[in-house]
Structure formats: C-alpha cells, structure tokens
C-alpha cells in the first residue's frame, strides 16, 4: 500500500495534505482519527500504522462488559484473531468470548507507536446492542480489567496468568462508541454508570487518553452524561447514519443561513458542558460508501465535498480536533 492510500479519504480533506506528521499532537487541529477491526477482509493493523496520514487509531470492538466481578468482557476484531478464547480461570462453563490469539495486532500497535501515533481500544460498536455496566462496583472492576488486560503490562497481572490479548501491546487509551439499544437494556441502562467508569480509568491511569463517539442528534442519549461528568479528550461525533443532522445535510445546505447539520451545536453543547474545557472536537465522516449501511450510503462526501464543509466549520468554536473516519479497510480500497 503507497503512503497516499489513505490521502484520499483523510489528508486530502484540506486537512493534512502538505504537512502530515503521522503523531498526534493535543492541541492540533489537523488530526485524523480511523477506525480499524471490523473492516470486510480488513487490511492488516501495521498498514494502517505505517500511513503518514493517520494519527489516531481505534481498534474495534470490545463487544460485551462484564455483569459482575470476575466475568471477562467480549471482544471482536474480525480477521485479525483466530477463533480461540481465554478460558475463565474459576469457572469453567462461563461462555467467554474474550479472543485470546490475534497475532498480527501486537506488531501492528508496535508500528503505530514507533510512528508517534496514539492507538485506543474502542468499547461498544453497533453490531452487539445489549452491552451495559449495571453498578459503579462493576465499572470499577471493568477498568482495573481493561488497564490491566490492554495497558502497560505489570508484573502482578501477568505472573497472576490474567489475561493479556496482545501480549506486551499496551494502548494509549479507551473509545467509548455506545451503541446499546435501549429495549436491550434494563431502564437506563445504555447511558448509566459510564462517568464514574470514566473517571475510574483515569483515577487508575491518568495519563489514559479517553474518546467518545457520539450520534450527531445533540445531546447525545448514551454519552452526554459521562461526557459533562468525566474528562473526554476527544469527541468523534458520527456526522453520518442520521440523516437530520449528517455531514451530507451539511454539505447540501453549506450556503445558506441555516442548517440541521449540527457541527456548531456539538461544539457550543461541549463548551457549556463538558467536564474538560480542552476537549476536541472531530468532525467524524464515512471513508467511503462501502463503511456505511444501506439507506445511508449517500451519507458519505467525496473529498472535495468534505474539505468544503470543513474549511467552512473548522475555525467555528475554537476545539475543532480534525476528521475521525469508519473505517481503515473502506479508506484504503475507496
């Protein structure tokens, strides 16, 4: 793959075409975030970290949390992991599907890293829609996990033969793409418990970088709460799959007085109310119309259409952060 494979989809949006650096940097507006682990025949993770176009990468998905203390969660990264899972250490008959071979992932985040890229581990995703934390005992319980399981490895955890997926990877952060599906859930359920699980996660490792990905319907019914209760440092609202307010809407309407599309209501909602006034804000896109589902393919902008909408916005509110894509597979091959 040529290092302009991504420049289509990311640096060419008016963003990062003549000055990518390929590391993240906080205070940056030119970031770009992809999405990688659930791409149809996905491209492997070192292609992904190689490009000079991405700074920030979210690998999908941690698919179910754990109900109680000692349960270990679900995850699912498509082809990057064999079918095998991590046998629960106590109990035997629980049915775990926390994947514990995916071999070309530990080497892959080793090429981010060597890139100055910042790699997160994203929980929730849309293809499970019944995921929730029931109590703050469980959250607790649930960051200590993921820590121990995806961060730095520590000498107790794995002595104690805990689990550890990706070997000695660790990850820069957690991505919250909250997804559940209200009727799936106990009342509540889809939005309870994840500040103080936030919150929790920095308490235990504060230097964690932590994201959210939004709806672009304002606010958010999943993560408005944790996000004007617990320190964000990146909001990658999803401008696309809801027509009333999508980046397409945008586009179409970029001439005229008014617009449904909700870029400037996302950033005066996070000035008001949220918990890190430094929070950025991504302005998140479809990477081609094979990401996106059916009825929504229209959703996506080709470059030129994406690098209007965002000459027009980034400058609005003073926390633009860049563009977050879905997903790293559509990117390449689009």
């Known amino acids: 793959m040529s290092a302009s494979t991504f420049s289509r989809a990311a640096t060419a949006v008016a963003l990062l075409a003549s000055t990518a650096s390929a590391a993240w940097s906080a205070s940056s507006t030119q970031n770009v975030a992809m999405y990688w682990g659930q791409g149809s025949n996905q491209i492997p993770l070192s292609e992904v970290c190689a490009d000079p176009s991405i700074d920030v990468v979210n690998i999908g998905f941690v698919t179910q949390f754990p109900l109680k203390r000692g349960d270990y969660p679900a995850t699912n990264f498509a082809n990057a992991c064999w079918?095998?899972?991590?046998?629960?250490?106590?109990?035997?008959?629980?049915?775990?599907?926390?994947?514990?071979?995916?071999?070309?992932?530990?080497?892959?985040?080793?090429?981010?890293?060597?890139n100055g890229k910042k790699v997160l581990l994203s929980l929730g995703g849309g293809a499970s829609n019944n995921y929730y934390i029931p109590n703050q005992d469980v959250a607790t319980y649930f960051a200590e996990f993921l820590i121990?399981?995806?961060?730095?490895?520590?000498?107790?955890?794995?002595?104690?033969?805990?689990?550890?997926?990706w070997g000695n990877a660790a990850v820069d952060?957690?991505?919250?793409?909250?997804?559940?599906?209200?009727?799936?859930?106990?009342?509540?359920?889809?939005?309870?418990?994840?500040?103080?699980?936030?919150?929790?996660l920095k308490r235990l490792q504060?230097?964690?970088?932590?994201?959210?990905?939004?709806?672009?319907?304002?606010?958010?019914a999943r993560l408005a709460d944790a996000i004007s209760k617990a320190p964000f440092d990146m909001i990658f609202t999803q401008f696309y799959n809801t027509p009333q307010c999508s980046a397409r809407l945008g586009y179409q309407q970029i001439n005229s007085g008014s617009t449904g599309f909700t870029y400037n209501t996302w950033a005066d909602w996070l000035k008001t109310n949220s918990k890190n006034p430094q929070?950025?804000?991504y302005l998140g896109l479809g990477a081609g119309p094979d990401g996106l589902p059916d009825g929504h393919k229209g959703d996506y902008l080709k470059p030129d259409e994406a690098a209007a909408l965002i000459t027009k916005?980034?400058?609005y509110g003073n926390n633009f952060g860049g563009v977050m894509l879905w997903e790293a597979t559509v990117s390449a091959k689009n």
């Open 83 to 114: 079918g095998t899972y991590y046998v629960h250490p106590t109990d035997k008959s629980q049915d775990n599907k926390l994947l514990k071979d995916c071999p070309s992932i530990e080497p892959g985040i080793a090429i981010c890293k060597a």
């Open 279 to 281: 929070v950025k804000l």
């Open 206 to 220: 504060s230097s964690l970088l932590i994201s959210a990905a939004p709806q672009c319907l304002v606010p958010d």
């Open 173 to 200: 952060g957690f991505d919250l793409d909250l997804e559940a599906d209200e009727k799936m859930v106990p009342a509540g359920g889809i939005s309870a418990n994840y500040a103080f699980f936030v919150n929790e």
């Open 313 to 315: 916005w980034k400058s």
């Open 148 to 165: 121990g399981a995806f961060g730095p490895a520590k000498a107790d955890w794995v002595n104690a033969g805990k689990p550890r997926p």
